[in-house]
T-cell receptor
Framework: QKEVEQDPGPLSVPEGAIVSLNCTYSNSAFQYFMWYRQYSRKGPELLMY????GNKEDGRFTAQVDKSSKYISLFIRDSQPSDSATYLC????????????FGTGTRLQVTL | EAQVTQNPRYLITVTGKKLTVTCSQN?????MSWYRQDPGLGLRQIYY???????DKGDVPEGYKVSRKEKRNFPLILESPSPNQTSLYFC???????????FGPGTRLTVT
């Protein structure tokens, strides 16, 4: 079993839709949870950074962490064609989880 | 402008011909790392460096070497490249391992 599981997609939604992207993980020692966005032929860039459980909102983006279920989510409201990209979750922590571990990424396509 | 630069961006080479991919950051970050990205496998860490003269293996270090003689530079060396090292390579830096990673633009390497 991989430490971090992420559905590769592709996920295709119409403009204006609410998008939900998710990752599950197995190591309870993960404490820091990140979402990166990667456009085609570019390096990943950080979208959201959260520590421990709870929600964090930034504009149209909301990151949610449920440590009891080992489940993290990224919600995109009012999705735009410019949101079309691959979204990667990344987790790290201490001890057995001290390495930064990436999900394989979910490819999102927002259509007009 | 804060950035991570990599060179070259594209490289086609033949099996066994030594090559170096350079990485430089201008943010005075202590932590730097190299990743390779392959379809279906996501980002996998090759090597990382916590500071000058301090390097350690990541998940897939076989066939690669690194050095960290200066804080800003972290070159990746393939002494005898093989076709299974054909991949997209990213250099990244951050203040601390668990903080935001800033990625370079990527180097697409093809080994024939």
């Amino acid at each position: 079993q991989k430490e971090v599981e992420q559905d590769p997609g592709p996920l295709s939604v119409p403009e204006g839709a609410i998008v939900s992207l998710n990752c599950t993980y197995s190591n309870s020692a993960f404490q820091y949870f990140m979402w990166y966005r990667q456009y085609s032929r570019k390096g990943p860039e950080l979208l959201m950074y959260t520590y421990s459980s709870g929600n964090k909102e930034d504009g149209r983006f909301t990151a949610q962490v449920d440590k009891s279920s080992k489940y993290i989510s990224l919600f995109i409201r009012d999705s735009q064609p410019s949101d079309s990209a691959t979204y990667l979750c990344a987790l790290t922590g201490t001890g057995t989880a001290s390495k930064l571990t990436f999900g394989t990424g979910t490819r999102l396509q927002v259509t007009l | 402008e804060a950035q991570v630069t990599q060179n070259p961006r594209y490289l086609i080479t033949v099996t066994g011909k030594k090559l170096t991919v350079t990485c430089s950051q201008n943010m005075n970050h202590e932590y730097m790392s190299w990743y390779r990205q392959d379809p279906g496998l996501g980002l996998r860490q090759i090597y990382y460096s916590m500071n000058v003269e301090v390097t350690d293996k990541g998940d897939v270090p076989e066939g690669y070497k690194v050095s960290r003689k200066e804080k800003r530079n972290f070159p990746l060396i393939l002494e005898s490249p093989s076709p299974n090292q054909t991949s997209l390579y990213f250099c990244a830096s951050s203040l601390l391992r668990e903080r935001e990673q800033y990625f370079g633009p990527g180097t697409r390497l093809t080994v024939t």
